[in-house]
């Protein structure tokens, strides 16, 4: 079992900045891979981020790429999203999610376990 927890949603103006935070805790974090989703109302559930189990492997989708950073610290049992440059169309509910592979896929079928979700609202 993975519990996660997401925290540091909010609403902000567009072209602020956000930072997500996801604390893990039941396994050896450093064993899994995590990534970070988010769904808008009446949208498909889509991935954000990804990174594996070392950090050495990052994903991220084209529409945030050069804005949004994925970060882990497995110190800490914590995976950050650090988001700048929100536009309105960042506005959705924000997932952590764990993929026990290691591997950190695009997927959502891929992930075992997943957090609550935090809201992040982008108003103009």
């Known amino acids: 079992q993975v519990q996660l927890v997401e925290s540091g949603g909010g609403s902000v103006q567009a072209g602020g900045s956000l930072r997500l935070s996801c604390a893990a805790s039941g396994r050896t974090f450093s064993d899994y891979a995590l990534g970070w989703f988010r769904q808008a109302p009446g949208k498909e559930r889509e991935i954000v981020a990804a990174?594996?189990?070392?950090?050495?492997?990052?994903y991220y989708a084209d529409s945030v790429k050069g804005r949004f950073t994925i970060s882990r610290d497995n110190a800490k049992n914590t995976v950050f999203l650090q988001m700048n440059s929100l536009k309105r169309e960042d506005t959705a509910i924000y997932y952590c999610a764990a993929d026990l592979s290691g591997r950190g896929g695009v997927n959502y079928e891929e992930y075992n376990y997943w957090g609550q979700g935090t809201q992040v609202t982008v108003s103009s």
């Open positions: 990174i594996n189990w070392s950090g050495a492997t990052i």
